[in-house]
C-alpha cells in the first residue's frame, strides 16, 4: 500500500480539499479534509490553506495540486475563477519553497479527467474521450487513448457571441433564476458544439452537477454517448494525486 499512497489537493472557487488516495484503487486512504478558498484567493493567502491542509494529515511527501487555471510547467497562465494575482506565478515553485518537498500542478478538469480515465466512467474506453466539468466554472480534458491533451480550456469557447462558460456553467443555474430545463437546453448547446469540432468516442460531464444527472442526462441529444462522472466530486484530489510526482 505504502508505494500507491500519493496525496492529491483540489484548489476550488470555494474549497480546497485534500486526502490521501490509494493510487490502486481511487479510493481515500484517510478522510477529505476541506477548508474554505480564501477571498481574495491570492497566492499567499491559498499556499497558507494548502500547507495548513497537509499538516492535518502530517503528510510530508510530494503532493499533487488540482488548480481551476491554464497551468502550462508549473506556471499559472489564467484566473479566470481564482485572483488575477496568481498570473505569471510559478505555482509549484511556490508551494515547494513553503513545504520543502515536490508539487506537481495541474489544471482542475485534467486532473479530473485522469482520474475518470484511469478509475471512473472513461475507464478502458479507447479513442477519443472529453470530460468536461461543469460547477463555478466550466472545465476540459481531452484523451486520445488515455493520453491526456493538457490545458484544453473548452469552457472559453464562444456559443453565440458568449463564452460559453457565462452560460452552461452549473453555477449559472444556481445563481441565476435557470430552471433544469432551459439549463440543460444550454449545456445540449454546449455540447453539440464541441460534439462537431471533435467528434469524440465519448463525453463524460463531471463536477458537483453530476450527482443530479438524472434531472438532466437523460435530455441531452448528442450523437455521441454523454454519461456522468463515475468519481463526481473526488475526481479532482484523486487526479492530482495520480499526477504527483
Ligand atoms: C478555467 C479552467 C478550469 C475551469 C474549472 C475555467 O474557468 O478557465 O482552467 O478548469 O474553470 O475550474
Not at 470530460?131 to 487513448?145: K, M, Q
Not at 488515455?146 to 452549473?170: F, M, R, S, W, Y
Not at 468516442?201 to 450523437?223: E, M
Request: aromatic fraction near 6%; glycine fraction near 12%.
Amino acid at each position: 500500500m505504502a508505494d500507491v499512497l500519493r496525496f492529491g489537493v483540489d484548489v476550488g472557487g470555494s474549497g480546497v480539499k485534500g486526502a490521501p488516495v490509494d493510487c490502486d484503487t481511487g479510493e481515500f486512504a484517510g478522510e477529505r479534509q476541506r477548508f474554505v478558498t480564501p477571498q481574495p484567493s491570492t497566492p499567499d493567502a491559498v499556499t497558507d490553506i494548502v500547507v495548513e491542509l497537509l499538516d492535518r494529515f502530517d503528510w510530508k511527501g510530494p503532493v499533487g495540486v488540482a488548480f481551476p487555471a491554464v497551468v502550462r510547467a508549473g506556471v499559472v497562465l489564467t484566473a479566470a475563477n481564482i485572483d488575477q494575482s496568481w498570473i505569471g506565478v510559478n505555482v509549484e515553485e511556490l508551494f515547494a519553497k513553503r513545504r520543502g518537498v515536490a508539487f506537481r500542478v495541474l489544471n482542475d478538469a485534467d486532473a479530473a479527467g485522469l482520474a475518470e480515465v484511469r478509475f471512473g466512467a472513461a475507464r478502458d474506453v479507447d479513442g477519443v474521450v472529453l470530460v468536461v466539468t461543469l460547477g463555478t466554472g466550466i472545465g476540459s480534458a481531452l484523451f486520445n487513448d488515455g493520453v491526456l491533451v493538457p490545458n484544453t480550456e473548452l469552457g472559453h469557447i464562444e456559443i453565440g457571441g458568449q463564452d460559453a462558460e457565462i452560460k452552461a456553467a452549473a453555477r449559472q443555474r444556481e445563481l441565476g433564476e435557470v430552471s433544469w430545463s432551459r439549463w440543460t437546453k444550454r449545456v445540449d448547446r454546449y455540447l453539440h458544439t464541441l460534439e462537431d469540432l471533435l467528434w469524440p468516442d465519448l463525453i463524460v460531464v463531471g463536477g458537483g452537477i453530476s450527482k443530479n444527472w438524472d434531472r438532466f442526462g437523460p435530455d441531452l441529444t448528442t450523437r455521441t454517448k454523454v454519461v456522468p462522472a463515475a468519481l463526481r466530486n473526488s475526481a479532482g484530489i484523486v487526479g492530482a494525486a495520480v499526477a504527483s510526482p
